[in-house]
């Protein structure tokens, strides 16, 4: 067995305590509410009892340390959406607040797929066309769009040739368990997402919403089977560009 005594060696001393004070004019009722009530705060440094003394007003300088401390410990619990280091290339828009989205770009390229067995489609590598996904902590929306060059504002979206989508984008994600908490950094969270999306089990078309130029079962059936790469001409514009999805 390993000894852990030193991990508890650390000793955490008081050296300072807060006194906060509310003031409330309660018979002057002419008085706005955030007037009526204000606040106190003053500071007590710790003597070597443990007791408080030397006690006046928070100072400035006080008052920044403390706000740098709550900041610090703040950003430890809630990295949504910050990047690690540089913005990843194939970033298109960040809304990066608590009730933020992201949305990005991949080319197209080669992926595993899985599909349940009643649609007769096996399950393997195939190639899918360029994709923009836009997503919140707990919702996906991905589209198609053509060519291999990262997509600009005015770039046209189309229909994305999958199983398991909305008419509007979003992606039914079924008993796919997403966990993306407030800690969850951008790139972590992009790579997260695609891999819910492509780990998960395609199922079935939801109200027209896969909509293609073709049978979307013969489609995959081919992809698997052939490894060609995605003819583009099998996607369906679907009345957006990019600024629209963003704004």
Known sequence: MNNVTNEFNDKYIPYKALLIYNCEREN??????????S??????????????INAHPLSLKESIALA????????????????????????LYL????????????????????????LGIPCGKAYVPAMVWKATRDGLSVFAVKGKSKPTAK??????????????????????????????????????????????????????????????????????STGNRFNELLLVKNGLTLNQLIR
Request: aromatic share 14%; net charge negative.
């Open 28 to 37: 002057d009722s002419n008085i706005n509410t955030d007037e009526a009530n």
């Open 39 to 52: 606040v106190y705060v003053e500071s007590y440094d710790i003597g070597l009892l443990g007791n408080p």
């Open 68 to 91: 740098e401390l709550l900041q610090s410990g703040a950003d430890m619990q809630n990295g949504y959406l910050k990047p690690k280091g540089v913005l990843p290339n194939n970033l």
């Open 95 to 118: 809304k990066s607040d608590s009730s933020g989205y992201a949305v990005w770009y991949t080319p197209p390229q080669q992926r595993n797929l899985f599909f349940v067995g009643s």
């Open 155 to 224: 770039t046209a979206l189309h229909y994305a040739p999958y199983f398991n989508i909305y008419s509007d984008g979003r992606v039914c994600m079924g008993d796919v368990n997403i966990s993306i908490d407030r800690g969850t950094y951008l790139e972590n969270f992009m790579m997260q997402w695609e891999a819910y999306f492509f780990g998960s089990y395609f199922s079935h078309t939801i109200s027209g919403g896969s909509r293609i130029n073709g049978n979307i079962v013969q489609l995959w059936q081919q992809q698997v």
